[in-house]
């Protein structure tokens, strides 16, 4: 495999820095000077993958080393990149920060991996010369990483960066690609989660508007762009995984239907877990929570997280939905939830004070606080029966969730998943287990478990064949009973 497309990766020395506004901006522009652009961000994220995403107006896949396989990273890298012009990389954190003191998973690891140029954006807010010197630590920290210009943010005069611009060049010999001034405001506000998601911003597409005028005026796209396609290509000896085959394709021609609840409410999906299920041979049917009045007909559901504590009153207003829900499930439909999804499944939901009714699935009321209740990657260790893994299984995944149980009626809970790292339900388990219905708070990656998929997919053929077996004894039965009468 070769990766030769033209690519950048926009870093910084923290969180905060300026980068998904720089990153959103200079994807608007490329997209308006004509080009397609393949978006990608690096770690466990969803809400600035969305903005990603709207700005490029095409999907945006996540590269995380933790949650995925090195062969899978590389796969997606050159699929997604393969028909476009170009791949934009968003940094997480701190260019080095990682799992740990080595900063393993780190944005400098995966722009090694991928063979990709960094730019770093550095917020200047005070402080002149000392910018210079951590440029200059980051350069020397690790020179395999190929840092090849500086954006400044929040400017505040023609002194401030010029004394800034004149130290980078003379000392990192780094030329400084944007100043951007200090902006009033916020082009893309945040809450308790990071940034507002484009799905709740009423003024979404004005935003981009604003971050793309932004970059234009004061970011040398032309350098950055020439930066990119002169990058050389890099040689791959990791096997495709979109070109694998695997003997899930003798189901192709059964198509079963896998429907996802896609709302404002519940969209953190990451694209190749959707793209994995469809490569399988699934007819993928996307639901609404919030209009829906039923649920459609189904061989499986996926739920995967969100917002539903800023919806929570519209999921309770929507009785019909719920109650088609429960009653599927209560039939046999599988469904795997995450996070949100989980506590959709729940029999209440608590916000600001006030019960919501939720899909009643499982026993539970969940309570929405206002500090994190869990933040990381987590490590799951498969320990008990359930629809979808193997017992002895490892699952790498993250959570991050404001939510806790703080009731459950008297019932025994069957929990799947052992946590080796993370908090879970309960800080020692997860994977709330009923019927065929597997809810968890942790997200993970097809790329990095493929089970998921598989395991998802097979649910879905067998209640297919079931439903269908159940419809055909029903219809022989009725007509039977149809010809003793007759008789």
């Not at 652009?37 to 690096?42: A, E, G, V």
């Not at 009045?293 to 499986?300: F, G, I, K, Q, V």
């Not at 064949?465 to 055909?472: A, D, L, P, T, V």
Request: hydrophobic residues 40%.
């Amino acid at each position: 495999m070769v990766i030769d497309c033209p690519r950048i990766a926009f870093c910084a020395l923290r969180g905060n820095s300026g980068k998904t506004l720089l990153t959103v901006g200079v994807v608007a522009c490329l997209q308006s000077e004509g080009k397609t652009i393949s978006p990608f961000k690096k770690g466990p994220d969803y809400i600035d993958a969305a903005w990603l995403a709207l700005a490029a107006d095409r999907p945006c896949y996540n590269l995380d080393a933790f949650l995925m396989e090195r062969r899978g990273i590389f796969s997606s890298f050159s699929f997604h990149t393969s028909q476009t012009d170009g791949a934009i990389v968003e940094g997480n954190r701190g260019i080095f920060d990682g799992l740990d003191e080595k900063g393993t998973y780190s944005s400098a690891e995966l722009a090694k991996m991928l063979g990709i140029p960094v730019i770093l954006i550095v917020d200047c807010n005070m402080a002149t010369r000392t910018v210079a010197a951590m440029v200059l630590g980051c350069q020397h920290f690790d020179p395999d990483v190929a840092i090849k210009g500086v954006v400044l943010n929040r400017i505040r005069g023609n002194r401030h960066s010029s004394i800034i611009k004149n130290a980078i060049e003379e000392s990192c010999g780094l030329p400084v690609l944007g100043v951007i001034p200090n902006i009033e405001g916020r082009i893309f506000p945040e809450r308790h989660m990071g940034l507002v998601p484009p799905q709740e911003h009423p003024g979404a597409k004005r935003a981009v508007d604003d971050a793309s005028r932004i970059v234009e005026q004061y970011v040398d796209i032309e350098r950055i762009w020439k930066i990119a396609t002169s990058t050389p290509s890099l040689n791959c000896s990791n096997p495709a995984y979109h070109s694998e085959k695997t003997e899930l394709e003798l189901y192709s021609s059964k198509k079963p239907r896998i429907g996802y609840i896609r709302d404002s409410a519940f969209w953190f999906y990451y694209p190749d877990n959707i793209e994995a299920l469809e490569y399988l041979g699934a007819e993928m049917v996307e639901c609404n929570g919030l209009i829906q009045n039923s649920l459609p007909s189904l061989d499986a559901l996926y739920i995967g997280g969100g917002f539903p504590e800023t919806h929570a009153e519209a999921l309770a207003a929507n009785i019909g939905f719920r109650r088609d829900l429960y009653s599927a499930i209560e039939r046999g439909l599988p469904v795997y939830a995450e996070c949100g999804g989980l506590l959709y499944l729940g029999e209440k939901l608590i916000v600001d004070g006030k019960e919501f009714p939720m899909a009643g699935v499982f026993p539970l009321t969940f309570i929405l606080e206002r500090r994190p209740q869990a933040h990381g990657y987590t490590v799951l260790e498969v320990i008990e029966s359930n629809p979808y893994f193997s017992i002895g299984e490892t699952l790498h995944g993250h959570e991050f969730h404001y939510s806790r149980i703080i009731e459950e009626k008297e019932c025994e809970l069957a929990l799947a998943f052992k946590v080796k790292r993370g908090y879970g339900i309960d800080g020692r388990k997860d994977g709330l287990c009923y019927k065929n219905v597997l809810a968890t708070y942790s997200h993970v990656h097809t790329l990095g478990t493929k089970s998921w998929a598989k395991g998802l997919f097979d649910r879905a053929v067998l209640y297919s064949q079931n439903s269908r077996k159940e419809k055909e004894a029903a219809l022989y039965c009725e007509k039977g009973l149809s010809v003793a009468l007759n008789f």
